[in-house]
Every structure is written in C-alpha cells, then in structure tokens.
C-alpha cells in the first residue's frame, strides 16, 4: 500500500529538548517536503526536497532542520524546541516537483512544546 | 490576502442536501486538488483537476475547474453523516522559482453533516 508514515503521532516535550519526527515514503517519490497547520493561519511548507542531497527552505523555516540522506526518508529536526512550534506537522511526498501529480500525506504529528 | 480563498468557512447541513465548497485562486492554476481531513487527522486526497473545464467525480463528491476564473467548486450531492470533516483545496500556483513543488491551500471549510 502506498503510504507516507510518520512517527511518533503525538509527541509532548519541554523547551530547548531537541527533537526528531520521522517521515518515510514507500512510493520511490523525488519530492517530500513539511508542513505545519495551525487555527487560522493553515498549512504552512517549512522545508522541501526536489530528491536525495537537495534540499531548501520554505515559507516558514525558523528552527527547524531537514536532512534528506536516503530517498524515502525526510525527517524533520528541532533542535531547540519553542512553544511557539506546537503544532500538527504533516509530512508530504510527490512524484516531482512538476505540478499536476498527486501529493500525499502522512497522518500527522501533533506537538506540544512546553 | 490569501492566495487561495475557500467559502464558505463553515458549512451545516441536514442528511440528505446538496451543499457547494468553492475556491479561488488570485494566480493562475496549474493544478488543482481537493482534500478531506478529519479533525487533526491526515489530510485525504480525493480529486485532482488539470484543464479548464475539467470536471471529476467520486461516488456523490463532484469536482469542477473553472480556469479562466480562477475558481474550482467541489459538490457533494445527497450529503451523509460520513462527508462531515474539513474540506481544503490545494494549488500549484507557481510554475517554479523558489517554490517548487509547494501546494498552496486554502482556509478550509468546516463541514457538518446533522443525521
């Protein structure tokens, strides 16, 4: 089955506690990239990989970090966590960055940074 | 302003009616998406629209794009208690540049279903 799988699902820290939220994807897609959706403000991307080695910011980049070492994984790094980073992060996965194919989604990570 | 508007933001409905989610974009489509997400839950894909006057459907769920005005409507006929979630468009709106591959996505409208 096609998927994009992110774990944890649910993940409380403190501030400053550095963090890793896993994102793999079994479609052998070139492009994955990170979202966050907060009340009002929507999805946000927060960085992008066009494939392996190739990574870049998105809209909203600010104390986060990615590496993208293997094709199907693309985790998502904080480093120094800050309350105002509690949100739901949603890993997503296309074939290209082409416009016009599909992008899908993992089922989301919910954080809360104290 | 938002580059992607969707409305209404919230909709109620009784089991059984038709209802009609609109979105509209204030840059040129390159690829229209429909997606539903239950309430902190993943987002679902459900239909992707290329062409002007593209029109798909899924079971009771039709989607339309209208590309010379921008706009992409999403119409659910006879409404079930299991349509209710938030519906959100998403849209290539950049040929490339600095965004490549990013979806832009609306607001995102609230939709419930009353059995």
Not at chain 1, 54 to 70: A, F, I, L, N, Q
Not at chain 2, 28 to 44: R, V
């Amino acid at each position: 089955e096609a998927q994009v799988t992110q774990n944890p699902r649910y993940l409380i820290t403190v501030t400053g506690k550095k963090l890793t939220v896993t994102c793999s994807q079994n479609m052998n897609h070139e492009y994955m990239s990170w979202y966050r959706q907060d009340p009002g403000l929507g999805l946000r991307q927060i960085y992008y990989s066009m494939n392996v080695e190739v990574t870049d910011k998105g809209d909203v980049p600010e104390g986060y970090k990615v590496s993208r070492k293997e094709k199907r994984n693309f985790p998502l790094i904080l480093e120094s966590p800050s309350p105002n980073q509690t949100s739901l992060y949603f890993c997503a996965s296309r074939k290209t960055w082409v416009s016009k194919n599909i992008q899908y989604f993992g089922a989301g990570t919910r954080l809360s940074v104290l | 302003s938002q580059e992607l508007e969707q409305s209404p933001q919230s909709l109620i409905v009784q089991e059984g009616k038709n209802l009609t989610i609109n979105c509209t974009s204030s840059k040129t489509l390159y690829g229209l998406y429909w997606y539903k997400q239950k309430y902190g839950e993943g987002l679902i894909f459900l239909m992707m629209l290329q062409k002007g006057g593209e029109e798909k459907s899924h079971e009771k769920i039709t989607a339309k794009l209208d590309e010379k005005k921008q706009q992409s409507s999403l119409h659910i006929t006879a409404s079930q208690p299991s349509h209710a979630g938030i519906y959100l468009c998403g849209a290539d709106l950049y040929a490339g540049g600095t965004s490549y591959g990013k979806l832009t996505f609306g607001q995102g409208t609230i939709l419930t279903v009353h059995p």
